[in-house]
């Protein structure tokens, strides 16, 4: 399954990179760039796109108001928002016009890509089910902690990146994840991406096994516990 995605942003260059992070991505596919709102509205209506990377500073009318109009016309194309936009009540009113992931400028190329699985994993697992596990609506909603809380994060971790950790293991899950393959899709060292993988394991969130190969070490891998 081919996702379509149409990118939206007034500044040509960084338009034209998030086209190619989307290219690259698994399962993805650049339908079309707009650089205007109402350029967005014409070219969502004329492609018909299953994602909108949707920039909120538009040169003729504010990015939020072009969401409305395109899902009034296409109520099941989705948004995730990219913008330098970071005052709160921006961010509220972008949850409550339902965007499925909200990403600030600037940032690394590889938390768009963890977004984009995430995504992925999230459209996959609901496409043409008639009923979904709490596992699938995890996948779109994120599950509260259970218990008293959550583990409280070693010193030296912060929560932005083990929350950026954590959507790299939900969007492989079920499969599994070496530290090497979350560095990559995090964009965080090697070694900064098995302490954050060790602290899931650890808390109970992630289960690790070892596969064996022919020589060396055996590789420890990650999967994601719903």
Not at 121 to 134: K, L
């Amino acid at each position: 399954m081919e996702l379509r995605v149409l990118v939206v942003d007034d500044d040509f260059m960084v338009a034209r990179l998030h086209s190619v992070c989307v290219d690259r991505a698994p399962g993805f596919r650049t339908a079309g760039v707009a650089h205007t709102g109402a350029e967005a509205v014409a070219r969502a209506a004329e492609l018909n796109p299953d994602l909108v990377l949707l920039d909120l500073y538009l040169p003729d009318a504010p990015g939020l108001d072009v969401l409305r109009r395109i899902r009034e016309a296409r109520p099941r194309t989705d948004f995730l928002v990219i913008s330098a936009a970071t005052d709160a009540e921006t961010v509220r009113e972008a949850q409550r016009a339902g965007v499925v992931n909200y990403l600030i400028k600037p940032f690394e190329q590889a938390e768009l890509r963890a977004r984009l699985r995430h995504y992925r994993a999230a459209h996959v697992a609901m496409a043409g089910a008639p009923d979904t596990a709490q596992s699938d609506v995890d996948r779109l909603f994120p599950a509260p902690e259970r218990g008293r809380g959550a583990a409280p994060l070693p010193k030296g971790l912060s929560a932005p990146t083990a929350a950026l950790v954590e959507t790299a293991l939900r969007a492989r899950a079920p499969e599994d994840l070496s530290a090497s393959e979350c560095a990559a899709d995090t964009g965080l060292s090697r070694v900064s991406a098995r302490r954050y993988l060790e602290h899931f394991a650890e808390a109970g969130r992630a289960e690790v096994h070892l596969k064996y190969g022919t020589t060396g070490r055996p590789e420890r891998r990650y999967t994601w516990r719903h």
